[in-house]
């Protein structure tokens, strides 16, 4: 090899004996990556489809390595995203190298995926490096929420109504609100809407939701006295 040699180059071919006028093919171009071959350019003889005929001197063939290109990747988020964590990526990726894309992911988000700096339609992955940096910018969308209600069914006893301040996204699976105590009542259950079996968890449809909850007034005994036969006024 010509210098600069890389490090962890493949040895060259082994020297070889070869009779005068005898046909010789040339060895195969090494490969390495990162690096292009320039291809074994001889000396003194004239190569014609990879063969020579062996002249009565010795032959020296040449070649040389040269680094390739290599370019990065950088990512950044659209104005108007979340705060989640902006991938890195600290690799070089050489031309029509493939590049798998992040995937980022964020509670309460979909991400819609990334376009080449901000423009055109979106990018998939993986993506096959051209002849430059680039930079991918990346979309999100706010995942649609929906909330919870609580009310009681007409002829309820007076009692404080569970409240529910969280939005919950389409899916996602939550344990209704425990009913206050009441004295003599039984609570019986929730139920979508006031209508259906009393559920006492639930998951999330694409709409916002009332839970009726029912209750049961609990049966009373009265209590006499009496006096025995006999007995004084």
Do not use: H
């Not at 171009?29 to 001889?42: E, N």
């Not at 988020?77 to 990526?89: H, K």
């Not at 209600?149 to 344990?175: I, L, N, R």
């Amino acid at each position: 090899y010509t210098e600069p040699v890389p490090d962890n180059a493949p040895n060259p071919p082994e020297k070889k004996q070869y009779k005068v006028g005898a046909t010789v093919n040339v060895e195969p171009v090494p490969t390495m990556k990162g690096y292009t071959f320039s291809g074994w350019k001889p000396e003194s003889v004239y190569v014609r489809n990879n063969r020579f005929i062996m002249p009565c001197w010795n032959v020296v063939f040449e070649g040389s390595w040269t680094k390739n290109p290599t370019y990065g990747v950088t990512y950044e988020y659209a104005t108007g995203s979340p705060a989640a964590e902006v991938p890195t990526d600290g690799n070089q990726y050489e031309k029509n190298e493939s590049v798998t894309l992040a995937a980022p992911t964020y509670t309460g988000y979909t991400f819609l995926g990334w376009k080449l700096n901000g423009k055109g339609g979106f990018v998939a992955s993986p993506y096959k490096m051209g002849c430059g940096s680039v930079k991918f910018i990346g979309y999100w969308e706010k995942n649609p929420t929906f909330g919870v209600t609580y009310s009681y069914a007409d002829g309820s006893p007076t009692a404080v109504v569970p409240t529910d301040e969280t939005q919950y996204e389409k899916d996602q699976t939550f344990t209704l609100k425990t009913a206050p105590t009441v004295p003599g009542y039984t609570f019986l259950g929730w139920k979508l809407g006031g209508a259906g079996d009393y559920i006492t968890s639930y998951k999330m449809g694409s709409a916002s939701v009332n839970f009726v909850g029912y209750w049961q007034k609990n049966a009373t005994y009265g209590v006499a006295y009496s006096y025995a036969d006999g007995s004084p006024a």
